[in-house]
């Protein structure tokens, strides 16, 4: 191996055979996976594309004092719930949710998972933005019915409040 072909090595070329017009082998220098390296570029703007391009957020409203709520939270209770709720804000599902059908429809759950457990209400299927309702601290297995009650009478007064404003716009 002379120093030119070394030194093409490095730089991930490799010396290929072909046989050229009197059936003889001879030695070319190519770069190796041209095509592949082509490809992979393409992926490679594809991923930039997908993951990097930003995506319009939906704004977050608070109802009522589930601001508040949310900030009474652990410190890595709230950084979570914020996480959450920013990965929700991109049209994205959170690592832990579920359906609320007894607080209406539309209306999810975030479980967060520190020492104590944390939950938030919230609301996306409206266009204008992400409604947080409730956000608490859950002390037994089962979601409390003073916080399901709760967390329906701030849907239905968010609804009532949406109506009146169609009404008057």
Do not use: C
Request: hydrophobic share 35%; glycine share 6%.
């Amino acid at each position: 191996m002379n120093e030119r072909e070394f030194s093409w090595s490095q730089f991930g070329h490799k010396k290929a055979t072909r046989f050229s017009r009197n059936k003889t082998l001879t030695g070319a220098i190519f770069p190796v996976g041209a095509l592949s390296s082509h490809f992979l570029t393409s992926v490679d703007k594809v991923y930039k594309f997908l993951y990097t391009f930003p995506v319009p957020e939906k704004p977050i409203f608070w109802v009522a004092t589930s601001l508040d709520d949310v900030r009474s939270f652990p410190e890595d209770a709230r950084r979570l719930a914020g996480h959450f709720l920013h990965i929700v804000q991109q049209g994205l599902e959170p690592p832990d949710w579920k359906p609320m059908a007894s607080v209406g429809r539309g209306v999810y759950e975030i479980r967060i998972h520190t020492r104590v457990e944390h939950r938030v209400f919230y609301l996306e299927k409206f266009s204008e933005g992400i409604y947080v309702l409730h956000a608490f601290q859950k002390k037994t297995r089962t979601t409390s019915a003073s916080d399901i009650d709760l967390a329906r009478r701030r849907l239905k007064q968010l609804i009532a409040e949406r109506g009146s404003q169609r009404d008057q716009g």
